[in-house]
């Protein structure tokens, strides 16, 4: 259960462009064309992401998805905000599984009644790597089974994106090594 009033509002802002039509003009993502639960579960770091005001200041965000023993997913989510010597937050949520998506359209229960959207773009055939995202676009992820990757992953992922219709250049690099503080093409809003 999210223990934040605040993290659940504003993990809820997604919800609430898509319900005000944002997304209308836009054609809808193609998913992943066969997501393996099995696969998919354990320890990923976001390494991505397009900046936004609920992420703002996170580093070594590192999430871990279990199955649960009523078929959907559990979600832990682990974070820093504002610097590597901030405590750990810790944030656990429901995450179910859309019937016929191929395991590739998940909702996010954030509380009762608020579900959000959340696309499995893309899978690596290893599921070394998953892309994230929504209909609207203005929102975007990364996740990775390690804390950085090549720069030829990097890009090679990016381009998926941009062949999706995102615009790639409002990604960032998410600082998960406190040596990334300040690098160029990593998010440091919020970072001391």
């Given at each position: 259960m999210i223990t934040a009033v605040r993290w659940r509002l504003l993990l809820a802002l997604p919800l609430a462009a898509q319900l005000?039509?944002?997304?209308?003009?836009?054609?809808?993502?193609?998913?992943?064309?066969?997501?393996?639960l099995e696969a998919i579960q354990g320890g990923w770091y976001i390494v991505a992401t397009i900046p936004n005001h609920f992420e703002r200041g996170m580093v070594a965000p590192f999430d871990v998805y279990s199955r649960r023993t009523d078929g959907d997913i559990q979600e832990n989510f682990y974070l820093r905000r504002g610097g590597f010597d901030a405590k750990v937050r810790h944030y656990t949520v429901r995450d179910s599984i859309v019937p016929e998506s191929n395991n590739a359209s998940w909702r996010v229960h954030l509380f009762w009644p608020v579900s959000v959207p959340f696309l499995v773009l893309y899978t690596d055939p290893d599921y070394r790597y998953v892309m994230f995202g929504e209909n609207n676009r203005s929102l975007g992820w990364v996740f990775s089974r390690t804390p950085t990757i090549a720069d030829a992953d990097y890009h090679a992922l990016l381009d998926r994106f941009a062949?999706?219709?995102?615009?790639?250049?409002?990604?960032?690099?998410?600082?998960?090594?406190?040596?990334?503080?300040?690098?160029?093409?990593?998010?440091?809003?919020?970072?001391k």
């Open positions: 005000l039509g944002c997304a209308g003009s836009l054609p809808r993502l193609p998913l992943a064309s066969q997501v393996n062949a999706l219709g995102y615009d790639t250049t409002r990604f960032r690099k998410v600082v998960q090594l406190p040596e990334q503080i300040g690098m160029p093409g990593f998010w440091n809003d919020g970072i």
